[in-house]
């Protein structure tokens, strides 16, 4: 996805190597657990964490009891989740969001919740952190560039928060609008895509109970960089399905546009559900790299599961519906 509209074609880029220290470090670290009770209990502990690095404020969130919302797979490092980003108003490499989001200022923030709704409201940030119990939540995230992260996030499904504004009969379709403010996002002055960034679901995805209005991730407030103070996360979903930094939710009868569908409709569809069986038409969607396992690029890479391995919840949705056509 990098320079998208230079029709460039994508290929590893240094930046998405590990960086050679740490990878050394974590790859003695493995070595020295490997077959032991210890790796084990390491694993069990990283899960068990909801405490998070201490660089943030606490968000703690209770286990989720939504079906398939906790993964038992290894989690991806905070530094990881934080330092390797898409977020293209800060930058369009994986690292510029880490450097450059401390820019975003997060208070006073304030989200508009409106169009077709019973009840439209400009909710305080604080008033939606308190609208519904936070749950923790560790959700495979997987990129249309093919890696892949587990991350315990912190929020509550949007359900919540869409019940609450009553949505009319001419509600079709959610449009998520995020911040795009030249003084606080350098990168809004490129034209890489069309700013503010816009995302979009049917009624029906966006009132799946997985569908996470998150606030925060490893138990703190969510780092900027990963779209403070509230983003959506749709697991089941292309990771650019997953708005950073809302600033709007606009109820609407008819599908909205999206940032990457207007940039490359070819590319990117509105539906955008992982699929391992429909190929991006410059890569292969079949296989994914975990980020932060031993081998760095040189990794094994894992199969892509359909839905990204939350078939079972959200297949249904699209009974019917022909998804190569639909991609
Ligand atoms: N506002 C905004 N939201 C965004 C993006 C972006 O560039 N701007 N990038 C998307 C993409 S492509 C991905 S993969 C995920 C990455 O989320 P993460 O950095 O928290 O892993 O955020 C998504 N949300
Ligand atoms: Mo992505």
Not at 14 to 26: A, C, L, M, N
Not at 118 to 128: A, H, N
Request: net charge positive; charged share 25%; glycine share 8%.
């Amino acid at each position: 996805m990098h320079f998208l509209k230079d029709r460039g074609f994508t290929h590893a880029t240094p930046s998405d190597i590990t960086p050679r220290g740490v990878y050394e470090q974590r790859r003695q670290l493995i070595k020295g657990l490997a077959g032991t009770a210890l790796a084990g209990i390491a694993a069990r502990d990283a899960i068990a964490q909801t405490s998070g690095p201490g660089k943030l404020p606490a968000l703690p969130g209770a286990k989720s009891s939504v079906p398939g919302a906790m993964t038992m797979e290894k989690l991806t490092s905070y530094t990881d989740v934080t330092s390797y980003n898409n977020f293209y108003e800060y930058g369009t490499d994986k690292a510029d969001p880490g450097r450059a989001a401390h820019m975003l200022k997060t208070r006073p923030w304030t989200v508009a919740v409106e169009g077709e709704v019973k009840k439209p409201k400009t909710f305080d940030i604080d008033e939606l952190l308190k609208l519904s119990p936070m749950e923790e939540r560790i959700y495979r995230l997987r990129c249309v560039e093919g890696w892949s992260m587990v991350i315990p996030w912190v929020g509550y499904s949007l359900a919540e928060l869409i019940k609450r504004v009553e949505p009319t009969g001419n509600a079709k379709f959610v449009q998520f609008i995020t911040l795009a403010d030249k003084a606080q996002m350098p990168g809004v002055r490129s034209g890489v895509l069309d700013w503010p960034y816009s995302e979009g679901l049917r009624l029906d995805e966006a009132m799946h109970p997985l569908t996470l209005l998150g606030f925060g991730l490893y138990g703190e407030v969510m780092p900027n960089q990963n779209g403070a103070p509230v983003r959506l996360v749709v697991p089941w979903k292309y990771g650019f399905k997953s708005a950073k930094s809302i600033v709007k939710i606009r109820f609407v009868d008819k599908q909205p546009p999206t940032s990457w569908q207007t940039a490359a409709p070819q590319e990117y569809g509105f539906y955008s559900n992982v699929n391992p069986a429909v190929d991006h038409p410059r890569w292969s969607q079949a296989t994914e790299r975990r980020i932060g396992e031993a081998g760095g690029l040189f990794a094994k890479r894992k199969p892509t599961l359909p839905f990204n391995g939350y078939e079972a919840q959200v297949a249904p949705l699209y009974a019917g519906m022909d998804l190569k056509k639909n991609f």
